[in-house]
């Protein structure tokens, strides 16, 4: 009987198309025990649970490399409302970005804290490094917290987030491989002097009076351009991985395809909503973001940065926010906080727009989702894989079951949705979290964080 327990499975997945990120599709079994992945076979094994996956892929937990949280509210409630709403979509990973002017030394072990009683997901922190006292910790950030992914901001927000210099990226990338870890270096790559200018002529031209539609103006190309090829010679120069986080415009992409023949150091992520929304679709002032929404050809460009392999990753630079907070029913653009949630429909929108509406392989785009930002952020194969000892956080998709966005019936705590009146192709319909299943149908079947702060 002792023998028989030990060959019993905890879960099996069942009659599933099993998606290799990368590799293909195939029809196999899947096995979780222990909260890992046991075995992939045709074969049938005894299970103290079954899911009948029959017509459905089943994914590795999808990863959301970049999301914002506790910004407009507190952190242990955002760790709760936004990383259930994430689960409840098929999201199991996210990697947030930890900033302000504060040392890490001290604001870390509370972050960390608050990760592991609140959060539904596991957490992947990126710290910010904006001034000259966190460049000097970078070493015991790496060390003492085994973070190992760092964000530099070469175009700012006035006010609230500093620019930094090319000679401080340097340095930066210096202290990174001091560290002896192996780390990359995110970074908001647009140039700042070139934005302030842009930014400056629409107000002197426009004024009050200016649009959604004119906010992105405020952005033109060139900004992202100039800075993708500047920041790509840093790292050259510095032979240090950078990673370019929310790409958005399609001539980058024209400029990456060159760049990435020769030089080995630099990845880049887009994301969910540039990849489906231009600065002309109907939700108005809600688009507010920085980067800027463009126009049908950007989102073109970066799908097919996706399909070539220029593009590595999809995140969705979630800020969540209410209609309040982003004071949204003020009628000037300048007034408004750029922003909003979008980690919920992350996965759908991917491959509504992906896979069914441009027929990118599923393994493809899901490679953006799963392998490569476990593998860019050193967390691979714990995550981003079905490969037996892997984490058993399992994402199953019905790719075609169609539903309508509203925001009065999504998870998250934002009371608007930048999606509103659209219908998507392709949801999660079940999530496994280590080896449990914790969400089913859009609903939540296992209410407790579970989460943790992953280590590298």
Same mark, same amino acid.
């Not at 210096?174 to 970074?187: D, F, N, R, T, V």
């Not at 509504?352 to 441009?358: C, S, T």
């Not at 393994?363 to 593998?375: D, G, H, I, Q, S």
């Given at each position: 009987m002792k023998n028989a327990d030990q060959q019993m499975m905890d879960i099996a997945i069942l009659n599933g198309k099993v998606v290799f990120p990368d590799d293909g599709v195939f029809a196999l079994n899947v096995y979780i025990k222990d909260g890992k992945i046991s075995c992939l076979t045709e074969g049938d094994l005894p299970a103290k649970e079954t899911v009948d996956a029959s017509g459905k892929y089943v994914s590795p937990g999808i990863i959301d490399p970049h999301i914002h949280l506790g910004l407009f509210a507190p952190l242990d409630l955002e760790l709760t409302t936004e990383t259930q709403a994430a689960l409840i979509s098929g999201v199991t990973t996210q990697? +947030?970005? &930890?900033?302000?002017?504060?040392?890490?030394?001290?604001?870390?072990?509370?972050?960390?804290?608050?990760i592991e009683k609140n959060s539904y997901t596991d957490i992947i922190p990126h710290l910010v490094i904006g001034n000259a006292q966190q460049l000097q910790e970078i070493e015991e950030y790496a060390n003492t917290f085994r973070v190992t992914s760092f964000k530099v901001y070469m175009n700012g927000i006035p006010g609230l987030i500093p620019d930094v210099s090319d000679?401080?990226?340097?340095? +930066?990338?210096?202290?990174?491989?001091?560290?002896?870890?192996?780390?990359?270096?995110?970074?908001?790559t647009e140039n700042a002097a070139l934005v302030a200018r842009?930014?400056?002529?629409?107000?002197? /031209?426009?004024?009050?009076?200016?649009?959604?539609?004119?906010?992105?103006?405020?952005?033109?190309?060139?900004?992202?351009?100039?800075?993708?090829?500047?920041? *790509?010679?840093? *790292?050259?120069?510095?032979?240090?991985?950078?990673?370019?986080?929310? &790409? *958005?415009?399609?001539?980058?992409?024209?400029?990456?395809?060159?760049?990435?023949?020769?030089?080995?150091?630099?990845?880049?992520? /887009?994301?969910?909503?540039?990849?489906?929304? /231009?600065?002309?679709?109907?939700?108005?002032?809600?688009?507010?973001?920085?980067?800027?929404?463009?126009?049908?050809?950007?989102?073109?460009?970066?799908?097919?940065?996706?399909?070539?392999?220029?593009i590595d990753t999809i995140g969705t630079d979630n800020v969540t926010m209410t209609i309040s907070e982003k004071n949204l029913n003020s009628s000037n653009i300048w007034e408004i906080m750029p922003g909003y949630a979008a980690s919920e429909h992350h996965l759908s929108v991917a491959l509504?727009?992906?896979? &069914?509406?441009?027929q990118i392989p599923i393994?493809?785009?899901? *490679?953006?989702?799963?392998?490569?930002?476990?593998?860019?952020?050193g967390i691979y194969p714990q995550k981003g894989s079905l490969l037996p000892g892997s984490d058993a956080d399992v994402t199953i998709i019905d790719l075609e079951l169609v539903k309508e966005v509203t925001a009065k019936e999504t998870n998250t705590r934002s009371d608007f949705s930048i999606y509103e009146g659209r219908k998507?192709?392709?949801w999660a319909v079940a999530t496994i979290k280590n080896g449990k299943l914790v969400a089913r149908d859009g609903k939540l079947v296992k209410k407790e964080p579970m989460g943790i702060c992953l280590e590298r």
């Open positions: 990697g +947030v970005f &930890l900033g302000g002017p504060q040392s890490h030394l001290e604001s870390f072990p509370g972050v960390k804290a608050s000679s401080f990226i340097l340095d +930066v990338c210096e202290k990174m491989k001091k560290s002896g870890k192996k780390c990359i270096l995110c970074s908001h842009a930014v400056e002529k629409l107000r002197q /031209t426009k004024g009050e009076a200016a649009t959604i539609v004119d906010w992105t103006d405020t952005h033109p190309d060139v900004v992202e351009v100039e800075a993708v090829d500047r920041l *790509a010679h840093l *790292a050259q120069e510095a032979q240090c991985p950078v990673y370019i986080v929310h &790409l *958005a415009s399609g001539e980058s992409v024209k400029l990456l395809k060159k760049i990435r023949q020769e030089n080995k150091f630099v990845n880049v992520e /887009t994301t969910s909503p540039y990849l489906s929304v /231009t600065r002309n679709h109907p939700q108005g002032n809600a688009l507010k973001m920085e980067p800027p929404f463009k126009d049908q050809k950007d989102v073109d460009g970066l799908w097919a940065g996706i399909a070539e392999g220029i509504d727009e992906g896979v &069914l509406k441009r393994e493809r785009v899901l *490679a953006c989702m799963t392998k490569n930002p476990a593998v860019k952020f998507f192709q392709g």
